[in-house]
């Protein structure tokens, strides 16, 4: 499907400064954000961040009480939900019971007066985009949860809205129809070419579909970026501990341009620009970019223990206690070349290492 | 063995005595030994009963017992309307005289019409009210929706006979004469409540969402109204509506009070009518309005499963736009 280049550029939505109130809680404060035409863009957080409060204004079910919120350039505040160019898929799916699957993918271009003809083709045609053809006449509750969701679905995207927002739609489904889903929902996305806003508390989720994530805690977006950024370059403890699992170490900045941990421990690391000696930092080493042994040329080397070891199948998830109450978990990715009988026990004495450009150390 | 199985139930509580042989416990370990015992483990019946030890038998005597002390007059009755003879203790054969006797009635008669119509309008008003009531409780989220809630409580636990006297006093009061129009008035007061509660939990069962998705599609709120929510809801407003006016048609007390001299509802009707003697006429009357009350309470249970399989989509075929 080709896409006009003059459709994908511009805005799709631009908050400035909004800020919502609930009585005296603060649910979205002072949100700055801009969102491309064509972008899959992820709000992710914990549950009352904030993030399903941003789409419902978007969507128009509330209403900013501070700040403007813009829909392709115009402003939105005037114009109730069923007038604005946005449609939602919902986390409960809301899917209309006493209607069946077609009447429901119809309902939106029915209530814009469509032409019956045209109505039937872009029903059928959006009913084969996800894969839901032939079952046009079964009610809501025939169908299974992934199919409740693809209806759900078609029927957003039937209407073509200028933005389609997704509030968390694969909560409901298991692990492994939710993985597919993943899949299929950005190869719609890519082929459609609309804008998705999409809320999830699930950081693979956002990270396996988004050109960009907005991290949000209490309120407000702690970072935003493309996924290997947010990943590989969290700017804040909380983004690090919330994507992924992190490691986390207390410590202070050496004269030297290396971080002290606990009393023995001098570790080099890449140290931000303007970061006095004697000043409290934390590092950050993702699991999977420890060494067990096995180090590298150039490696930061480190001495420890095995505290435990938790086999994961894919992985092990094995925690190396540094001395001074310090401890790492690494994650050792099962190989072609690992055995069975070759794993780490408990007691073991082993040496770790990772590149010092892989550590960060966030203030 | 019921005894057996009582004793078992109890020891659920308390840790089991092997030989319960407390005082108060005499005569059970005396009919436990009467029986004959069970195989070396204690556990032979148990294992060829599964399914006993929750159900003790006595308490199946009590819905035997219950069963005949509801049904037994109301079977009589019907029975005795279609007695040839005037007698109330003998049958002596089988007539419809006394139907025949009841539509010969014109006073009779007037008073049937007058409780249907009180029946039908209450019905009407009383569940357009309530439906609008139960979806503003549900939906609207302010401070007075708790308060609201109670008050509309009030109506379903005053006593009848307060209700009828509030009202008849306050119909004096206001200077309004006592006729049909002061009945339906009361009814549809103390109907209202019955109306909120059973729409309330069909609507507490429907997701915000689903309404919120109406709207996030064009519809606007008046048509999300009735595309989404009226369909949806119907079932509930059917039976409540049905419930309603079987309540209303067989109303005594509230009726008693607030009724004119002519004419009066039927149950009013046969009250007074009793006062001079009971003749068998009563048994046909009261044959009637228990056909009419149970088919209205049938078809209120009936409909919910019956829109339900057909998704109450009667309201909006495929073209409705």
């Known amino acids: 499907m080709t896409v ?141 949860g992934g199919q409740k969701q693809r209806v759900a679905l078609a029927r957003a995207l039937v209407n073509r809205p200028a933005v389609l927002l997704l509030d968390e739609p694969l909560g409901a489904l298991d692990l492994k129809l939710r993985r597919q889903m993943q899949v299929e929902l950005k190869q719609i996305q890519r082929e459609v070419g609309i804008t998705f806003v999409y809320v999830t508390h699930d950081q693979e989720e956002a990270l396996s579909m988004s050109d960009r994530i907005a991290v949000m805690r209490e309120g407000r977006v702690v970072q935003c970026g493309a996924p290997e950024d947010v990943y590989e370059r969290p700017t804040e403890e909380f983004v690090a501990g919330f994507i992924g699992i992190s490691n986390l170490l207390e410590g202070t900045v050496d004269g030297t341009g290396r971080v002290r941990v606990g009393a023995a421990l001098l570790v080099p690391a890449p140290l931000p620009d303007g970061c006095a000696a004697g000043e409290r930092v934390r590092l950050s080493v993702r699991p999977e970019k420890i060494a067990l042994d096995q180090l590298e040329e150039g490696m930061v080397s480190l001495e420890g223990t095995i505290e435990a070891r938790v086999y994961l199948g894919m992985t ?29 026990e408990p007691g073991m004495r082993v040496t770790i290492g990772w590149h010092p450009e892989h550590c960060l150390v966030l203030r | 063995m019921a005894r057996y199985r009582i004793g078992r139930l109890r020891g659920d509580k308390r840790p089991p005595t092997p ?78 005289q006394w139907y025949s006797e009841f539509f010969a009635n014109p006073q009779l008669r007037e008073s049937l019409y007058a409780s249907l119509g009180i029946a039908v309008a209450t019905m009407i008003v009383a569940t357009i009210l309530g439906t609008m009531l139960a979806y503003g409780l549900v939906r609207a989220r302010n401070r007075l929706s708790p308060v609201t809630n109670v008050i509309m409580l009030v109506p379903l636990v005053v006593p009848e006979i307060v209700a009828g006297v509030t009202a008849l006093l306050l119909f004096t009061q206001v200077g309004m004469e006592l006729s049909v129009t002061t009945i339906i008035l009361a009814h549809i007061t103390f109907s209202i409540s019955f109306v909120t509660v059973i729409v309330r939990g069909r609507l507490s069962a429907l ?115």
């Open chain 2, 207 to 321: 997701n915000r969402e689903v309404e919120e998705a109406a709207l996030d599609l064009g519809a606007t709120r008046t048509q999300t109204l009735r595309l989404i929510v009226l369909p949806e809801l119907w079932p509930a407003i059917v039976a409540a509506a049905l419930i309603i006016f079987a309540l209303s048609f067989d109303d005594f007390v509230l009726s008693f009070f607030t009724t004119g001299e002519t004419p009066q509802p039927l149950p009013v009707r046969i009250y007074s009518s009793i006062r001079f003697g009971v003749t068998p006429t009563i048994n046909a009357i009261g044959t009637l309005m228990l056909v009419v009350s149970v088919t209205a309470i049938a078809i209120a249970l009936a409909l919910p499963r019956v829109l339900g399989r057909r998704g109450g989509g009667v309201l909006i075929g495929r073209d409705a736009a």
């Open chain 2, 19 to 96: 030989v319960p042989r407390a005082a108060g416990e005499g005569g059970e370990a005396a009919a436990r030994d009467s029986r004959p015992r069970p195989g070396p483990s204690g556990r032979v019946d148990r294992v060829s009963r599964p399914r006993d030890f929750d159900r003790p038998r006595f308490l199946r005597l009590v819905v035997a017992v219950f069963l005949v002390w509801t049904f037994a007059p109301i079977a009589i009755v019907i029975l005795f309307s279609f007695n040839a003879g005037r007698s109330l203790q003998n049958f002596d054969g089988f007539s419809t």
């Open chain 1, 4 to 144: 006009e280049p003059e459709t994908r550029t511009g805005e799709a939505i631009r908050f400035e400064s909004v800020t919502k109130r609930f009585g005296d809680a603060e649910a979205v404060v002072d949100l700055g954000i801009t969102i491309e035409r064509g972008e899959f863009f992820s709000l992710l957080g914990p549950s009352g961040c904030g993030k399903t409060t941003t789409l419902r204004m978007v969507a128009g079910f509330e209403q900013p009480s501070e700040g403007r919120i813009f829909l392709e350039g115009e402003p939105v505040e005037s114009v109730p939900p069923y007038r604005r160019n946005v449609n939602t898929v919902f986390q409960s799916y809301a899917l209309f019971e006493h209607l069946d699957v077609f009447e429901n993918v119809a309902f939106g271009l029915r209530r814009r007066g469509t032409g019956r003809d045209e109505v039937r083709d872009r029903v059928a045609a959006a009913l084969e985009l996800v894969q839901l053809h032939g079952r046009s006449d079964a009610k809501p509750r025939e169908l299974s």
């Open chain 1, 316 to 344: 092990t998830q094995i925690t190396v206690a540094l001395g001074d109450g310090a401890r790492l978990v690494a994650l050792e990715q099962a190989t072609y070349r690992s055995r069975a009988d070759d794993r780490w």
